[in-house]
């Protein structure tokens, strides 16, 4: 079956400009994560979907950084004012129940953004 | 955040067992462990998980302390394709829904 999809692969922005980035989950998974890896860094997490639970967002770096999940489906995720330090890999996984203790994350393959 | 230490990095030789080591002092009692690993320019992968008993799976072989301060993760054979950075991060009650990775180690294979 398909695994979890993300759209751009890469994407090169100017400073202030504003960029969206797509995630699909793999179909039944109820749970979504947002992820940012800068170069030769571990993974950030930045937000959390669960069903329609309110999101868990204490990961996102300021009020520039906002995500939006339909039901159980598509995400997006939505960089205000990109400035140079966004630049970086933004990788989405999902699991099947967001049981973070036995859950497996399956995660796409990323969108690299470049912030010029 | 739940603590592991990891080895910024490792060698082995193609074809021999790799001994990944991973430290959990402050691991509570309900506290999964967890490997992820990720070959270069991709996401990572789910490698194997557990919580007080070792597991073996197809990919690996989880070895972990009896006080569970510490667990291994054990590649029996390395090949060329194992050569990634590897995840060892601990899940559960403290966490959240949260998977936190720190820099991992980054394994590689000498052919």
């Known amino acids: 079956g398909a695994g979890v999809s993300q759209s751009p692969s890469n994407k090169v922005t100017e400073k202030g400009k504003d960029v969206e980035l797509r995630c699909d989950p793999i179909?039944?998974?109820?749970?979504l994560y947002w992820y940012r890896q800068r170069l030769g860094q571990g993974l950030e997490f930045l937000i959390y979907?669960?069903?329609?639970?309110?999101?868990?967002k204490s990961g996102l770096p300021s009020d520039r950084f906002s995500a939006e999940r339909t039901g159980e489906s598509v995400s997006t995720l939505t960089i205000q004012r990109t400035q140079q330090e966004d630049s970086a890999v933004y990788l989405c996984?999902?699991?099947?129940?967001?049981?973070?203790?036995?859950?497996?994350?399956?995660f796409g393959p990323g969108t690299r953004l470049t912030v010029l | 955040d739940a603590k592991t230490t990891q080895p910024n990095s490792m060698e082995s030789n193609e074809e021999e067992p790799v001994h990944l080591p991973c430290n959990h002092s402050?691991?509570?009692?309900?506290?999964?462990i967890h490997w992820y690993r990720q070959l270069p320019s991709q996401g990572p992968e789910y490698v194997i998980h557990?919580?007080?008993s070792n597991v073996n799976n197809r990919m690996a072989s989880l070895a972990i302390a009896e006080d569970r301060k510490s667990s291994t993760l054990i590649l029996h054979r390395a090949t060329l394709r194992d050569a990634a950075v590897y995840y060892c991060?601990?899940?559960?009650?403290?966490?959240?829904?949260?998977?936190?990775f720190g820099t991992g180690t980054s394994l590689t294979v000498i052919p």
């Open positions: 996984a999902s699991s099947l129940e967001g049981l973070a203790d036995t859950d497996t994350q399956y």
């Open positions: 179909s039944g998974h109820t749970a």
């Open positions: 979907f669960q069903g329609n639970s309110a999101p868990d």
């Open positions: 402050t691991i509570s009692g309900t506290d999964y």
């Open positions: 557990g919580l007080t």
């Open positions: 991060i601990l899940t559960g009650f403290d966490t959240g829904n949260q998977f936190y």
